[in-house]
């Protein structure tokens, strides 16, 4: 495989960020681009993956990560490509959505952890879930939170990828106010489509119901400095509804797949609440049946912001449970 051509975020823009002083790990991909992943308690036998989505990045679990290494978790979160601390593509076709599964799915290979948990969110789920179908031996227990992952078929194959772009296409050119004012799909993927700065911090602050402070805010800011590092969270808006014969067969495997699964999805989610998705995980994945799934009260988007204690306290209480 060539090198893919990138840029990579001056360790700089990371000093000093409020709560987040983990040590850096990174690992080389094919292609020679470098994953950024947080790697702490190490030394503790059982491991839990946290996955992020678009445009967060792993700052998002800065709160749960210590007081899941307390509780005696190894915890590994990684910066999808083009995110965070990992390498960012400046060619938009080298960002599509088998790309990011191929490249998580070498960066668990390459790790060799089996058997761990994991907890994935918004396109860490839909990304995550896929490398689980092509890896089924890598995980025992699986949390999935607002995330969107199930089989289109028929003529919703066919409408939903036009649909999508028709609705993106009718938002012209909104800005952050006019997503605070209409948080839909539209008025996201055209943002991200149009805007010559991308403000994530003000993003991140819509996507939850809790008050971020003008750090945490910056924090967001911090991967991307200036429009060269934009292709990734540009791209992955219109990228949802794509690949989706992969994604049938994948959902299909994922079906076999007979572990405990536990959905945690929001209440206030403008994207995801009330659409049943989380039931969509609860009926067609076997270990999820009888598990102790709830909808998380008073959290949008990004409940790792909203309810972090509430989601730690969950996610220990049923992994006991379950006796991993």
């Known amino acids: 495989m060539k090198t893919i051509e990138k840029v990579r975020t001056p360790e700089s823009a990371f000093n000093n960020l409020i709560d987040y002083s983990f040590a850096p790990n990174y690992m080389e991909l094919k292609g020679g681009i470098r994953i950024h992943y947080i790697d702490e ?11 992020h989505g678009q445009p967060s990045w792993s700052y998002l679990y800065r709160h749960l990560i210590p007081l899941l290494v307390s509780a005696g978790f190894r915890v590994i979160a990684p910066d999808l ?29 390459k790790l060799g952890i089996m058997n761990a948990a994991a907890f994935m969110q918004d396109w860490g789920g839909m990304i995550g879930l896929r490398v689980l179908a092509m890896q089924p031996l890598w995980l025992d227990r699986l949390i999935v939170a607002n995330t969107a992952l199930a089989e289109v078929k028929g003529l919703a194959k066919f409408i939903m990828p036009r649909m999508l772009k028709i609705l993106a296409a009718i938002s012209g050119k909104p800005t952050v106010k006019d997503f605070e004012g209409k948080q839909n799909y539209g008025n996201w993927a055209a943002y991200f489509r149009h805007s010559k700065m991308l403000e994530i911090g003000k993003l991140m602050q819509i996507l939850t119901t809790k008050e971020l402070t003008q750090d945490e805010m910056n924090a967001y800011d911090a991967p991307f400095p200036n429009e060269n590092y934009y292709t990734a969270p540009r791209k992955m808006p219109e990228i949802v509804a794509s690949d989706l014969d992969q994604v049938n067969a994948d959902w299909k495997k994922l079906k076999q797949w007979d572990k405990p699964v536990l959905t945690l999805f929001s209440d206030k ?47 220990l209480d049923w992994l006991k449970q379950t006796k991993y």
Not at 91 to 108: G, K, R
């Open 269 to 315: 989610d403008p994207f995801l609440a009330d659409q049943g998705y989380d039931k969509k995980f609860q009926n067609n994945f076997s270990g999820a049946k009888g598990q102790a799934h709830i909808t998380v009260s008073n959290a949008s988007h990004f409940l790792q912001e909203d309810r972090s204690d509430e989601l730690v306290n969950k996610i």
């Open 41 to 51: 308690g190490s030394t503790n036998k059982k491991t839990i993956f946290l996955f």
């Open 81 to 109: 490509i083009g995110f965070g601390k990992s390498d960012k593509p400046i060619d938009s076709e080298m960002i599509s959505y088998q790309s990011q599964v191929d490249w998580i799915s070498e960066f668990v290979k």
